[in-house]
């Protein structure tokens, strides 16, 4: 059963930063995908950035350049470094893991098996 734990959102002025982590725990994928995605009220989820077990990683076009995500501690540990945050970047940020295939698609949901409860970021 894997759990997911995020850490460090919070309030912060637009062309602030923010990071974010995700702790993991019970991992049992032989490949994975890492993922964060981010909703805001009265908006769908949608995926922020991505990293795969070999350290591929994946951005939305609205965060590329201003976002990094990471991982350390082999799978235990997922991080996202924002920067340049801007209001609309706003949301409760929710870190996911899932099984990593051949053509698998990061932006997908149904892509993750296990999501954790999230953290909210506010930037205003």
């Known amino acids: 059963h894997v759990q997911l734990v995020e850490s460090g959102g919070g309030s912060v002025q637009p062309g602030g930063s923010l990071r974010l982590s995700c702790v993991a725990s019970g991992f049992t994928y032989s490949r994975y995908c890492m993922g964060w995605f981010r909703e805001a009220p009265g908006k769908v989820r949608e995926g922020v950035a991505s990293?795969?077990?070999?350290?591929?990683?994946s951005y939305a076009d609205s965060v590329k350049g201003r976002f990094t995500i990471s991982k350390a501690n082999g799978k235990n540990t997922l991080s996202l470094q924002m920067n340049s945050l801007k209001p609309e970047d706003s949301g409760m940020y929710c870190c996911?893991?899932?099984?990593?295939?051949?053509?698998?698609?990061?932006?997908?949901?149904?892509?993750?098996?296990?999501w954790g409860q999230g953290t909210q970021v506010t930037v205003s």
């Open positions: 990293i795969d077990d070999d350290g591929r990683t």
């Open positions: 996911a893991a899932g099984f990593l295939y051949p053509g698998y698609d990061w932006l997908n949901m149904d892509e993750y098996n296990s």
